[in-house]
């Protein structure tokens, strides 16, 4: 199983704490030694980092673990591959453009019979079950969508079937987001948590790190970090149940939809 | 005006000789110090750096400076901002995807009235001249070519057209690739070198900086390198004219048209 690892914040928060604990579960703590990658919006923009080798001796993961970058969404994901060769266009997360926003998506799982589903507006780069699956989402809400509607629930809810139906295809946990969203949805395992003041130390499960929050944060910062596992040893991470979806926005949890 | 690189070649190459020079003038040696950004194509995968500040100090900069990404195609972008404020979605080079492949766009120059051309497909996440214009012309191809025609020249051949267009409302030079081809229109300035066997030294002319090529070479190796202004000192680079179009297939000019 691939691991996820997602953020929402009110604030332009960095990520470097918790990234430092994922990229060790690559190749190090864990078997996800296929490749890894990270998006981080900056309001609209994208910045994104792909490598198709292990990430816990990967340069640019150090780079990234090191380097502060604040944002306001981040999508990382760690491959163990089962689906499509080791190659960079097989790298989460993937991303296309819709109504002028960039979309980012990162899933784990196994998708059977995905490559039957047609495709319109756009198609896969490489060759995984998620990239697919991707576009046909987005195929999905562009012919729906055309335009984004007034109220945001109308997405949220139609992303919600989405994802039901993709995870009638196997497994399908997600993390999707338009820079203004994120949208997670548990087929089988993810953890959530959100932080806000006031604000305490955490420990690092994967690694000997410990962040003291107070030291790096202002009383307004409200910051939910979504995961495969529990990324910390001393705090109470929410686990999704199999068919729970959350959206986030600006740090906080904005819809709901139970299993 | 910006600076431009992108580089062609028949064997997956590093540009960090080629960066190294581009990046000084972000800022150092040039005035170009509103952001930088950079694409390496592996195969059909596609890497991407940016950078909203000046790249001769950047962090990220660096990284790509000294570690060697081999790839087929780059396209690199450092950017003195005319239209549009400086943050990461105006940030070059731009990418979008069509036929299931990564499209990467870097402009420099300005165009009068671009905003009032109509978008179908494609819209701007940012605010940049250069990414409406980028937009449009991938909803041409696209309208023109749902798919990928059978005899490529007649796709480099619309693109020239468009660039023409463009042209027409100020200064266009232009790298854009779909992951296979590179093509390079020069409005007002635009300087390119094909290097193959037998290789020799090259001097840099904003860094002291050489490389001896048959170090890093094999005798199969072509790779082309095409810039604002030539990067090295002691080379015969070519000068294009104003209005001429070069299309680069590893590493070696594949389609041209005179001004």
């Not at 864990?30 to 990967?58: K, T, V």
């Not at 979309?103 to 319109?120: D, E, R, V």
């Not at 055309?146 to 039901?164: C, G, H, N, S």
Request: glycine content about 8%; charged content about 25%.
């Amino acid at each position: 199983m691939c691991e996820l690892l997602g953020m929402s914040a009110n604030t332009p928060t960095d990520i470097c704490f918790s990234f430092s604990g994922l990229m060790q579960r690559g190749g190090k703590t864990g078997p996800h030694s296929d490749g890894w990658g990270i998006a981080f919006y900056e309001g609209a923009g994208l910045r994104e980092f792909r490598d198709p080798y292990p990430s816990y001796n990967s340069e640019i993961a150090k780079l990234v673990r090191n380097y502060p970058i604040k944002s306001d969404i981040v999508i990382s994901h760690i491959r163990q591959a089962n689906a499509g060769r080791v190659c960079l266009e097989n790298t989460h997360p993937f991303t296309r453009e819709l109504w002028g926003r960039n979309w980012t998506f990162a899933h784990n799982g196994q998708l059977k019979g995905i490559k039957k589903y047609p495709l319109n507006h756009y198609l896969p780069v490489g060759t995984t079950d998620s990239e697919y699956a991707f576009c046909w989402m987005m195929g999905k809400i562009r012919e729906r969508f055309p335009k984004p509607p007034a109220r945001p629930v109308t997405v949220q809810r139609f992303i919600y079937d989405l994802a039901e139906e993709m995870q009638g295809l196997g497994v399908f946990n997600l993390l999707l987001t338009d820079s203004k969203y994120l949208y997670c949805y548990c087929s089988t395992k993810l953890s959530w948590i959100t932080r806000k003041a006031p604000f305490d130390q955490a420990v690092l499960k994967d690694d000997s790190v410990t962040v003291d929050f107070k030291e790096v944060t202002t009383d307004k910062d409200i910051v939910s970090v979504i995961a495969t596992d529990p990324l910390t040893t001393n705090e109470d991470w929410h686990v999704m149940q199999p068919g729970e979806y959350i959206v986030f926005r600006k740090g906080e949890v904005d819809f709901r939809q139970e299993a």
